[in-house]
């Protein structure tokens, strides 16, 4: 697309876009005058669908009225609600239904997973992360490794090439062809929190996977933002949190994948509780544990409702959107934004995440050359919400599902005129 740098043009984009009424389905922060703020940390916390409150209001209600039989009586049955989420979730990472559950938080269902599938040797006991995953993955797999009876300096990182900020699959490779007989797993970040950069994960399947190695996926800054394609990746397990781009609110509940090829395996080591328990003797409470099939099999505890309910208003909309829709408008967005940044004409800025749309969501980390936090507080102070990551990284992220043209615009002219 030939973009233009105008306001005219953004708003030409707008009224084209055929998600532009999405929009209005969101709570938009407001400033004291009533007007929007420009929101662009969807990848910290997303915006609330306005329907999440109807949906929650709903389980309320079956509560005042029901009270313990809302479990069975209730609009949606709450022993089955986590079923309620299963299909429309698998669409957004693709998978099969019976390879994923929304169940806990992020870190304890990747430490539930590394239960599973980090089983090391005295000969195989290596983990691999990118040298800068999300702090929380370091720590778990640090955790793991001493838990283990292993070092931290069992922990390989994949890092960027000297004097660069993307990772190079063809390092990963050399990684492993000289290490592979040692290493356990991979434990990587589909999306890197910093750079944005979007890896290819099922290369990186295959690469683990020629010397046995276990390959695990971190999609927390990846589910509802890229197409991870899970099932066909090929990729052993996976976790993503839901209140970024999924929109499920402040420390709402996970998801969790686990391939088919592992899912009914019963003999996996696992931690165990009531409700990965057959459903169909879970109440005869005197049963034998008998684990359940596929990714259910990693529950430990019954649901809590409001969660989901807010989950299940967020997976909804994105059923009804629908992933394709939304990727093409994060590439012409991100596309939009990248051509605003590259116009602005100072040696001060410079865009670290990769320039191919395929290898990157719907964030730019814009990097400003001897800024500090002041920036992003004067951005602040313009009613524009960004991230900062230390030493001088303002993350961006136009969302699709609100954010528009018109957004990219206005945020890139009071950011020409602050640096």
Known sequence: MNYQNSLDFAKQLDERDPLKEVRNKFHIPKDNNGKDWLYFTGNSLGLQPKVTADYIQQELKDWANLGVEGHFEAKNPWLHYHEYLTDNMAKIVGAKPKEVVVMNTL????????????????????????????????????????????????????????????????????????????????????????????????????????????????????????????????????????????????????????????????????????????????????????????????????????SMAAIKASLDLFEEVGMDALREKSEKLTGYFEFLINQIETDRIRIITPKNPKERGCQLSIQVKNADKSLHQKLMDHHIITDWREPDVIRCAPVPMYNSFEDVYQMVSILKELV
Not at 260 to 287: Q, V
Request: proline share 4%.
């Open 107 to 306: 870190t304890t269902n990747l430490h539930l997973l590394m239960v599973s599938f980090y089983s090391p040797t005295k000969t195989k006991y290596k983990i691999v992360i990118e040298s800068d995953a999300f702090p929380s993955d370091r720590y778990a797999v640090q955790s793991q490794l001493k838990f283990h009876g292993f070092s931290e300096n069992d922990l390989i990182e994949w890092k960027p090439r000297r004097g660069e900020e993307l990772l190079n699959i063809e390092d990963l490779e050399t990684i492993i062809d000289k290490q592979g007989d040692e290493i356990a797993m991979l434990l990587i970040g589909g999306v890197n929190y910093y750079t944005g950069q979007f890896l290819d994960i099922k290369k990186i399947a295959e690469i683990g996977h020629s010397k046995n190695c276990i390959v695990g996926i971190d999609l927390a800054h990846g589910a509802g933002n890229i197409q991870p394609n899970l099932h066909d990746s090929g990729v052993d397990f996976a976790a993503w949190c839901t209140y970024k781009y999924l929109n499920s609110g402040p420390g709402s509940l996970a998801g969790l994948f686990v391939h088919e090829r592992h899912a009914d395996n019963k003999d996996l080591p696992r931690f165990a509780g009531w409700w990965n328990h057959n459903k169909e003797t879970r109440f005869n409470m005197r049963m034998p544990f008998d684990v359940m099939e596929g990714a259910e099999g990693w529950q430990l505890s019954n649901p809590p409702i409001l």
